[in-house]
């Protein structure tokens, strides 16, 4: 049976960000001297929970504050990677299957602001920035206790109505992530973990840290979560905007029929600017003659003066014989 609810870890999950991450979080260790001086250093803080690490290396808690509050601002205001190429897909397969939640150390507004650009900010049932709750342990420990969190949306802005889930139990939760120590929080809590390998952490440190599965292609979390097909997609196409709750096997005939009156449109309008034109140059006085350029009327005059000369030769009288 698929989860009832499915954690997704942002940085390096859900989004590219081996590059991206490291390149503004840079200019936060350059602002404060923090001596996290390459990329290896700066994941290897993911070892861990983030928001530890980066205590350990300030002075106290007002200078941790200080450093958490740089980074976030200079996440909102220059970070934004690429989603992992199928990833929403791989979003909208599990979306009618369970609760989908982001539990990520980036800021909630960030995570709006990418959520929302690749069109699955309503897939998500609950959104955890690290300014919100910087230990996603204590979100494992909401879910487990609240089964509120386990409504699903179904990749709408409505929460299903009627759906009441049963309590969860540990082997009902899933985290997924790219990094040991979000796994380690997981095992901790007695949660399932599953590693992807396109993020910060390789295949064999996550399973080391105690991940069940990695996956190596994002359509391996489909998958290995809902085996056998069990997973019921949510029914929105993933590159439609057409916002129609077509269930699956049922395919959605928006799109046929927004094309049909589109193409009836572009076909109108054609032929309106056709019979426009038509009545203008039927109406249209004749065209004003195009004033001559200099070099024209230096052509023109040395015509008309070839012209007059074999006109006065022609004319000449005849000269008289001198007897």
């Not at 690290?130 to 206790?145: I, Q, Y």
């Not at 095992?187 to 599953?194: I, L, M, N, P, Q």
């Not at 426009?276 to 140059?281: D, E, I, K, N």
């Amino acid at each position: 049976m698929p989860p009832l609810a499915v954690l997704f870890d942002l940085d390096g999950t859900l989004v590219q960000t081996r590059e991206a991450s490291w390149k503004i979080f840079a200019r936060t260790n350059a602002a404060f001297k923090l001596g996290i001086d390459s990329q290896q250093d700066f994941f290897r803080l993911l070892e861990d929970n983030l928001f530890s690490g980066l205590r350990r290396r300030c002075r106290d808690d007002e200078h941790a504050r200080q450093v958490a509050q740089h980074f976030f601002a200079q996440l909102d205001a220059d970070y934004a990677p690429d989603l992992v190429p199928g990833m929403v897909d791989v979003i909208h397969a599990l979306a009618g299957a369970c609760s989908l939640a982001v539990v990520s150390s980036n800021s909630t507004s960030t995570i709006r602001r990418l959520l929302t650009r690749a069109k699955i900010a309503h897939c998500f049932s609950h959104v955890f920035g690290g300014d919100v709750e910087p230990d996603k342990r204590a979100v494992v420990r909401r879910f487990l206790a609240d089964q509120s969190y386990l409504v699903s949306r179904d990749c709408s802005p409505a929460y299903r109505e009627g759906h009441s889930p049963a309590v969860a139990s540990a082997s009902d939760l899933v985290l997924i992530t790219d990094t040991t120590g979000d796994v380690k929080h997981a095992v901790e809590c007695g949660v399932r973990a599953v590693g992807v390998s396109w993020g910060m952490h390789p295949e064999a440190e996550l399973l080391a840290a105690g991940a069940e599965f990695v996956a190596v292609w994002p359509q391996e979390l489909i998958a290995y979560l809902t085996p056998g097909g069990n997973g019921r997609s949510c029914g929105v196409p993933a590159r439609s905007n057409c916002g129609c709750r077509a269930e699956p096997p049922q395919s959605c005939s928006c799109e046929a029929a927004l094309m049909t009156e589109a193409g009836a449109l572009r076909r109108q309008r054609t032929r309106s600017r056709a019979e426009g034109l038509a009545a203008t140059l039927s109406e249209a006085p004749p065209p004003a003659p195009t004033p001559a350029t200099p070099r024209a009327r230096q052509a023109i005059d040395a015509q008309l003066s070839r012209a007059l000369a074999r006109l006065r030769a022609t004319r000449r009288p005849p000269r008289r014989r001198q007897t």
